[in-house]
């Protein structure tokens, strides 16, 4: 029997709704496997704990968290607290104390969904984010001087280090490789940001030199932007710093067709730490609780939680049953266009996966 130790943070919002339909979907899973078993242990952080501990989760939640095999994410973020106040009180603290390096967001228009863009159809848009996950842009380091003055001063302060930067771009051309067309596009705004951003062009030339095979290329972020709505098929594999990774795979979720199907891992590929898996979509607390959150963005987190242990068989079939199911155009939530609620989007996937025996 193969045991995972898994850490559930539904946290906020529809990040509650959503994480019950993945882990309902996990014990599936686990089930039509017969040698795989699942052990959730669901910790109530996120806003609410925050209002009454006044920390978004415990001094020892990392040391906690730091025994589980996986993390199991929903969403944090609440009207009632700032957020950057929720962000690094859970979110960040967790990708950087453990080393969660990479950001993987795969951007793939399924069959029978349409996207907004005009003639693009599924193999338009297929493609895979590799975001920068611990430093660049959301490092944390800067400050404010003569606050509330006419003198007050912000700085917030990008960190790339070599380390960082190649170890990124090292994946990414790695990740190139497994893939058909071997086309990896780094993202910068290097004519702009001339000491950070020089220095990413510089390290990923330096880097593709050890990868051959691989048909490299770049674009600045404002052109990366226009090309991702005018022109998705350009793009396998791209790779970008923690900000611009962030902002443009908001962009890929749209294009295929709701932001309620992206899905998102950020992985220690050492597995010396846990990784953390989750939708890519926000809380959105105004429908908590309505049944109309889109659950497939999380299912499809748990789908890479399947793959980042080697569970690969089983992950291929929850692909399957997840393309099943949209293209039967039965049990569908409203942002598909259907009728369906949150649950029975997870019911029917656990129907489904259940079936294939």
Known sequence: MRNYKIASLPGDGIGIDVTAEAVKVLDAVARLD????????????GTQYYLKH????PKDALAILASFDSILLGAVGDPSVADHVTLWGMLLPIRQ?????VNLRPIKLLPGIESPLKNKGVKDIDMVFVRENTEGEYSGVGGRVNPGTSAEVALQTGVF??????RILRFAFEVAQKRPKKHLTSVTKSNACNYSMVFWDEVFK?????????HADQYLVDAMAAFLVTHPERFDVIVASNLFGDIL??????????IGLGASANIDPSFKYPSMFEPIHGSAPDIQGMGIAN???????????????GENEMAELL?????????????LTPDLGGTAKTWEVGDDIVTRILASR
């Open 34 to 45: 017969g040698g795989i078993r699942f052990e959730f242990q669901e910790f109530p952080w």
């Open 54 to 57: 006044g920390e978004m989760m």
């Open 97 to 101: 104390s453990f080393q969660e390096y």
């Open 161 to 166: 280090t070599r380390h960082g930067t190649e």
């Open 206 to 214: 330096e880097v593709g030199t050890d990868y051959a095979d691989i």
């Open 249 to 258: 795979t908001d962009i890929g979720s749209a294009i295929m067709g709701s």
């Open 295 to 309: 659950p497939l963005g999380a299912i499809g987190a748990v789908k890479m939680l399947l793959e980042h242990h």
């Open 319 to 331: 692909q399957q049953v997840i393309e099943q199911q949209i293209t039967a155009q039965k049990v």
